[in-house]
């Protein structure tokens, strides 16, 4: 089968549960972060936890857009890795509810990775992940015969934080540049911009074509002062470049034609996880049918603002594809 997009990332199941400001504040994580711990780490915050309701469902910030596409009727596949567990077989029928292809649960010991996301009133979510078996991932686990006939890959920030997961994702956005298909990146998140810089330069500079990020994750990767400052770098080192500002909406920009800058739908936000990567489902699928930037953009604050509505960082169901139909619904803003 030929897939229109392929991606490659961690593939992590949430466990998510809203909690309170001053529990934020106790725990001592970053509020709005992403935190990589051990697994005998999070298991003390999820004593912490015990009584409180959990919410169960699939995510990975790479998978959240890929599942989003396949939601959408985009043939996608994922590169990923789950353990032979409870989690990773919900994660398996999660992806192919969705008739994404995916590689299925392995049966290496280590298990299937999660974050303990925590949401606070203003929907905002705080990430505690251990990464459990997409540590593993790594060359040998990205088939070049996949990605070959595709028309986009796309790769996630988050595979910088390992020694052979960055390997995985240098090899699969190669073999994808080779084959002649656009490289898609997104930086995924601050920790990973301020902690691997120079890797992830190097990277958007030789293997990128699309970058998406948001406003804090472009100031950290620029190191300019002022969010125009850091757009206007970025654009610099990418041919086309989305650019997300939460309420205020998202400029994009493509090589050798003017900023766009759209506005954010309205709506009462639940959690906020998932926005970006559905921001990235969207963009992805105006590309796709030959969109221009503006529509591009439009597209993926509709994702984003459906995404949010809800707990979890996948798309609800019946969630609208008509492109003409968001349109009509962006002129009413």
Not at 50 to 78: F, M, P, R, V
Not at 324 to 331: H, N, T, V
Request: a negative charge; proline letters at 2%; hydrophobic letters at 40%.
């Amino acid at each position: 089968m030929n897939y229109e997009i392929v991606g490659i990332g961690n593939a992590l199941v949430d466990i998510q549960v809203q909690v309170d400001d001053a529990f934020i504040n106790e725990t001592g994580f970053g509020k709005g972060a992403m935190t990589l711990l051990e697994n005998e780490e999070q298991q003390k915050l999820l004593k912490k936890l015990e009584g409180k309701t959990k919410n169960i469902c699939s995510g990975g910030s790479a998978a959240n857009t890929i599942h989003g596409l396949g939601a959408i009727g985009i043939k996608s596949y994922y590169f990923g890795k789950v353990a032979n567990d409870e989690f990773g077989l919900h994660y398996t029928q999660d992806m192919a509810d969705c008739k994404v292809g995916f590689p299925g649960p392995d049966a290496e010991s280590h298990g299937t990775g999660t974050s303990v996301v925590m949401i606070t009133p203003d929907a905002q979510r705080t990430m505690i992940t251990n990464l459990g078996i997409s540590v593993s991932l790594n060359e040998n686990n990205v088939d070049e015969t996949i990605i070959k006939g595709a028309k986009y890959g796309y790769v996630e920030g988050y595979l910088f934080t390992g020694d052979d997961t960055r390997n995985a994702a240098i090899k699969f956005a190669r073999s994808a540049k080779r084959q002649g298909l656009p490289v898609a990146f997104t930086l995924s998140d601050a920790f990973v911009v301020n902690v691997f810089r120079q890797q992830v330069m190097d990277f958007i500079q030789w293997d990128v074509d699309i970058l998406f990020c948001n406003e804090v994750e472009g100031l950290a990767l620029s190191q300019k002062e002022t969010p125009e400052e850091a757009f206007d770098f970025l654009c610099g080192i990418s041919d086309i470049v989305f650019f997300t500002r939460g309420k205020e909406g998202a400029w994009a920009k493509r090589a050798g034609e003017d900023r766009v800058s759209v506005k954010s739908f309205n709506v009462n936000a639940v959690d906020t996880t998932g926005a970006g990567d559905l921001f990235a489902t969207g963009g992805l699928y105006g590309l796709l049918h030959g969109r221009s930037m503006e529509e591009c953009c439009i597209l993926g604050t509709y994702y984003a603002s459906r995404v949010i509505t809800h707990l979890g960082a996948r798309l609800p169901a019946h969630t609208d594809h008509s492109i003409g139909k968001i349109m009509e619904l962006y002129k009413s803003i």
